[in-house]
């Protein structure tokens, strides 16, 4: 079988990638120890769902990190979930929501719409432009996720009770790590790959926030990302 091609956003902040998602499939097929390559192109307009990451698996084509990883379980006989239980299972995947459905769009929220953060954001997404796209299109990109913000839901509250929010998720996270080496326990599953690039990109970009706070208050959460990249990224 051939190599996977991650299509994702260029490097940023000093992280893997600076998109969560993109960097939770591609430590997924590190973890795997799958043939891969990175094609940094951050061409949202060519990706089928219009989000990246995407995936070219010989002739398929697959959208969306959990669409992605899945059918690679299957396909290319990946074990890292294999001594999950029925329960452990449900409580990933409950947890692959929290960081996914829910922090993410706090995360957002700080990178994007917190005036605080924005001119980091600003400077790691946009400075490397040619004049004048670089002062055109952030005002654009913040007013696009203020639109999702506001459809998803979160953007609807302040910013005082979104960040709560977001340091809540962080506190639950702390809490059921706890002095695990992996988030299920003694051995690293798939849950490890979101969980990484989630808190990853939390503790590590430079953006100032309540959030990066939070996690840095839980000594175990930094500890864990730096297992994870000492045993995956070295
Ligand atoms: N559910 C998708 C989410 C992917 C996603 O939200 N990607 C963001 C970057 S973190 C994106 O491509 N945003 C571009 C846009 O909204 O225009 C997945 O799991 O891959």
Partial sequence: MGRIRLHQFAPAFGLPNASPFCMKVETYLRMAGLPWEAVNDG??????????????DGDRVVADSSFIIDPLKATRGDALDDWLDASQRGVALAFQRLFEEHLYWAAVYTRWIDDTAWPQTREAFFAALPAPLRWILPPLARRGLRVQLQGQGLGRHSAAEIHALGVRDITAVADFLADKPFLMGERPCSLDATGHAFL????????????????????NLAAYCERMKARYFA
């Fill in 43 to 56: 061409d949202v307009l060519k990706a089928p769902k219009k989000k990246l990451p995407y995936i070219k």
């Fill in 200 to 219: 990853a990109n939390l503790l590590w970009a430079p953006v100032d926030s309540p959030l990066r706070d939070a996690a840095r208050r839980h000594p």
